[in-house]
């Protein structure tokens, strides 16, 4: 088995052969056929969370490396431990990643992403940048139809969290236009999900000029740039002077944050999911002279990645751009996603 592993924190990742582990008990081998590349890997290699006033959340007792990053894994079942049941060898699946630890109060009412002691693949343990990966258990494998591989893996992370934080917005926007901060892999995912659970097309937010064309060709309604000084006022001339029903942050900085809050009309919900970093006040009294909420968002759960991929699999969501690379160049297209030069979502094929 050849994994690309975080070996020591910042950096590169090493290339690293052992012997394919044989599943115990329950446990599925699946072999890999694709693996996206996420964004919070960045901050997962670098070893760190930027916690806002200089503090940092560091990664190293939920890593505890070596181990092989990639949380969104397609591939199909090789072997089966003598107890799995609810799959067979050959089966094509996407792998739920957000796996926890299967007894506490989240586990056992179906909120496995809460919790507080995961055992998340890529992350807690060995996930997909390589050509194997063990899965705990065949129900965290996931049909995938005839979606092509390298796009169903990114159903695993950017796929359910968009859809986790577009859900979010359901019921609490009034049917307003509603506002994606953040035109990443996992932002135009969420436009992809605006249409298809909300029924309307987002306005984008994004600093980067790219970044805001490409939502555009993705179907977003406007694109404009947060560090604009008229921004908030095309927000309010795009959504009849009433600012928008919700905001989704998929950035997580203090300034996307700030700028979500202040799109937001009366009773809006900013909802965040980005991890950039960073931290923000805003004055105790606004809650209550707007009635604004801000909520976080966290993946999804099982039972909202079924839901999910009912709804793509039955040709409902218009796929992302996606850029393939091979297994051996993890470490490359780690860095260029850390630049930003990544348009779209990287997927590493072994
Ligand atoms: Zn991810
Ligand atoms: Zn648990």
């Not at 190293?60 to 591939?75: A, F, L, Q, S």
């Not at 990443?184 to 064309?213: C, T, W, Y």
Request: charged residues 20%; glycine residues 14%; contains cysteine.
């Amino acid at each position: 088995m050849k994994s690309y592993k975080v070996v020591e924190f910042g950096q590169p990742l090493k290339r690293i052969e052992e012997a394919t582990p044989t599943p115990q008990g329950g446990e599925v081998l699946v072999r890999v056929t694709a693996a996206g590349v996420c964004h919070s890997d960045v901050h997962l290699w670098e070893g760190f969370f930027d916690m806002g006033g200089g503090n940092k959340y560091s990664t190293e007792k939920t890593m505890n490396p070596p181990r092989t990053m990639g949380h969104e894994i397609v591939g199909v079942v090789e072997a089966l431990g003598p107890n799995a049941k609810g799959a067979k060898v050959g089966d094509r699946a996407i792998v739920y990643p957000w796996i926890g630890c299967g007894t506490c109060w989240y586990c056992e009412h179906g909120r496995e992403h809460l919790c507080p002691t995961p055992r998340a693949l890529g992350i807690g343990k060995d996930g997909g940048f390589s050509d194997h990966v063990l899965v705990p258990d065949a129900k965290y494998l996931y049909p995938y139809g005839n979606i092509p591989t390298e796009l169903a893996c990114l159903y695993a992370c950017s796929g359910i969290t968009a859809f986790g934080a577009v859900k979010k917005a359901v019921g609490e926007d009034a049917g307003k236009p509603i506002l994606v901060i953040g035109a990443g892999g996992v932002g135009l995912m969420g436009v992809r999900f605006a249409k298809s659970v909300l029924g309307r097309e987002p306005i984008v937010a994004d600093i980067d000029e790219n970044k805001r064309k490409l939502a555009l060709e993705n179907g977003a309604v406007a694109a404009l740039d947060p560090r604009d000084k008229d921004a908030r006022k095309k927000i309010l001339e795009l959504t009849g002077g009433t600012g928008v029903g919700a905001a989704i942050d998929f950035v997580g900085a203090d300034s996307t944050a700030q700028f979500g809050l202040r799109a937001l009309g009366r009773g809006g919900r900013l909802i965040v999911v980005g991890l950039f970093g960073g931290t923000f006040t805003m004055p105790m009294p606004m809650f209550a002279f707007t009635g604004v909420q801000i909520v976080g968002s966290v993946t999804g759960s099982p039972a909202e990645m079924a839901e999910m991929m009912a709804l793509v699999t039955s040709g409902k969501v218009t796929p992302v751009p996606i850029i393939k690379r091979p297994l051996d160049e993890a470490d490359k297209t780690l860095q260029e996603l850390r630049k930003g030069l990544i348009m779209g979502r990287a997927v590493l094929i072994p």
